[in-house]
């Protein structure tokens, strides 16, 4: 399948004595740049390496599972160690707003910002050649939905300080389309009057492959009562 190495760039103390600083270089493989995850509210909804492609039309299962190079900006050199921090996170930002247009982290996020801790998602903390992995089985225990693809971040700390990678684009379905944080009659209400209405609206849209079909059902028969509690 077609790979896409996106280029990242940013600053940070990697393993090195207090208070030195590297310029770092990163290199992010994915299978697609931009994707749909399909939430749900308990977190059993896709996750990075069971998500679909953001291909309008075509969309399919992708494995989306982040491998990240860290080298020397300046001599090429691997970056052998990653410092643990509890702070690493991944992020995601709304570009735009409407009502129930975003998705609503169960953990009582932001809705227009969220985040996911991934220290428990780094598979390495070291590496001979600098090549680390984030593990694929992240999901997001959320609700709601976005017509407007969020940017998505992985933000590293280090000595405090916040460093942000480049973004890639995701966008956010769920059974839970209301998010009020459980799959029930109401949410079913919603979809039927995107199912049986005029055109293709992103609530009834669940696989974010442009149409509001019976593929679509499955994702809200098998959601069904499920909640953040």
Not at 21 to 47: A, C, K, R, W, Y
Not at 124 to 135: A, C, F, H, L, Q
Request: net charge negative; with cysteine.
């Amino acid at each position: 399948m077609k790979k896409i190495l996106l280029t990242l760039c940013f600053f940070g103390m990697i393993a090195l004595p207090a208070m030195a600083q590297v310029s770092i270089h990163i290199d992010l493989e994915m299978e697609d740049f931009t994707f749909v995850m399909n939430n749900l509210p308990d977190g059993s909804g896709s996750t990075f390496d069971n998500c679909w492609s953001g291909n309008q039309g075509s969309s399919s299962l992708i494995d989306n599972t982040m491998k990240i190079t860290v080298t020397d900006s300046h001599t090429g050199a691997p970056i052998t160690q990653l410092i643990p921090e509890y702070s690493h996170y991944i992020e995601f930002h709304a570009s735009e707003q409407q009502p129930y247009d975003y998705f609503y982290m169960c953990d009582g996020n932001s809705p227009s910002i969220s985040r996911v801790w991934i220290y428990d998602f780094l598979e390495n903390y070291s590496s001979p050649t600098g090549e680390y992995y984030i593990k694929g089985d992240i999901s997001l225990p959320s609700g709601g939905f976005s017509t407007h693809a969020y940017t998505m971040q992985v933000v590293i700390f280090d000595n405090l300080l916040p460093h942000a990678s480049q973004p890639c684009w995701v966008t956010m379905r769920s059974a839970d389309i209301n998010h009020d944080g459980i799959v029930d009659m109401a949410d079913v209400g919603i979809f039927s009057q995107a199912f049986f209405g005029p055109g293709d609206p992103p609530e009834g849209d669940l696989n974010g492959d442009g149409a509001v079909n019976l593929a679509d059902v499955g994702h809200i028969q098998s959601g069904m009562n499920n909640s953040c509690y």
